[in-house]
């Protein structure tokens, strides 16, 4: 929806006059570091004094979890309710809005201060968390094996398989193409014979099964034309058409992504998300289906050319409505998403690619959403999500499958694609099967933290900094905290057979037995199979 600036008030196209736009300067203090609200720039955060950077919020999540939030390790915060840009430029930090009002402080003198302040008084957790089988069990995902040929023969041979080389059983999530097109969420005929009949059977192996969903409807369907006359899809900023031969007067907008173009549902409209849960539920209750992955949603899509139901919304708005659909299904996953944290809903990290650098990302990005107060977190699909880098199995590097897998065993949750079993050698398949094991083993333990930080907004795991205040370990980006007593620390460079572990003070026990005295920078052996993680000895 177009805004007008008429003399520092935002004007909505619907003659709405919304509140003005704020603007708040501030210097850095010295040894002064910032944590920001976007999951996919983690690794860049934290911000220091060198730091020169700019990211505008305004329709653009930068394809993932987003918050309008800046956090401090001396305690400082700042939050708005709206969009913001933020700029670090050497020592000085500008934030503005386009329209509402900046809030900032300070609570206590480290980000543990700053973060417990901004999660109880902005996003406070609501005492529910997703599915339990999120955390408790690894997660697999179709896609990666199948692309966009999603049909019953091939799942039900990649479950079996699954099966069949020893890794547990837990969520299984059908992706993109299952559906006879999009809007129209029935399973295509030509692909699945017996959709009921293939849920039994995944039942009976002991998978939970989530579909792929999005927001988009694909024009010229008949369900496109129904929900055009019916009013609920984004219009066209001139709203209606005068053909003769249309059957609606109401002018959808067309909205180009990753797959075509294609009108999209009005969120903003509550018939909107009548008939999107009469279509869900209707999966749940025909098929047996147990939940979703919410894909799309990106605020980018919202920002020219829109116009909705609901007057005087942001883009960001339609990504916050497309989220809170996902409440309806404890058993969800969301890719992006805006001011959602606290809320039960499983927050992937943004497809990354098949290289060292990517998997040097997941760490830091996965500590960002927990800095952000995101706390049911996913890092992306082991070996990477992005399924181009798959094509060639000549370039798949099993090195890389192996550490992720490392990284991804004890996060609040691990998630196959890429069937390790079908591209490693049996030395390499079996890591990754005992990674799978331990994730299992530790699934009580997460899930307890997971049911912790929906009463306290405690993340499930926490950077160094924030789970140790005042210790410099601010820059500390290559491990993290499960909990607040075991440090994880997996490998994210290529042919390492070595790396150093900060331990804070206290006596450590590593999973191999030894012990180490802690507070200081220990040097440990770290051949492929291992995954060094310490337990801190009371």
Known sequence: MKRLVIAGLTLMAGLQLSAMADKLELKMLPGEYWWAGLSSKGHETPYDATSKVSYELYGDNKGNQAQPLLLSNKGRYVWSEQPIKYSFDKGTITVTTREGKIESGAKGNNLAGAFGHVSKTYFPSDGNIPDELLFTHPQYNTWIELMYDQNEEDILAYAQAIIDQGYPPGVLMIDDNWQEDYGTWEFSPRRFQDPKGMMDKLHAMGFKVMLWMCPFVSADSADFRQLAADGLLLLDPQKTQNILWANTKNKAAVIRWWNGASACLDLSNPKTQEWFKKKLDYLVEEYGVDGFKFDAGDARFYTEGVVS?????????????????????PLNEYRASWKMAGLPLAQRLRDKGHKWEDLAKLIPDQMSQSVMGYA???????????????????????????????????????????????????????????????????????????????KTGEPIVKPMVLAFPNGGYETVKDQFVLGNDIIVAPVVEKGARSRSVVLPAGKWKAEDGQIYAGGKTVEIDVSLKRLPYFKVIR
């Open 309 to 329: 139901w609901q007057q005087d919304v942001s883009p960001n708005d339609h990504t916050q409505f497309f989220a809170e659909f996902g409440l309806n299904y």
């Open 376 to 454: 049911y977190t996913c890092p992306d699909m082991i070996g990477g999500g992005e399924y181009r880098s798959f094509l060639n199995s000549a370039v798949i590097d099993e090195e890389l499958v192996v550490r992720s897998a490392q990284v991804h065993a004890l996060m609040p949750m691990m998630q196959f694609s890429v069937a390790p079993w079908r591209i490693l050698s049996k030395e390499n398949q079996q890591i990754c099967l005992d990674m799978a094991n331990l994730h299992l083993k530790m699934g009580d333990h997460i899930l307890a933290l997971a049911k912790e930080a929906s």
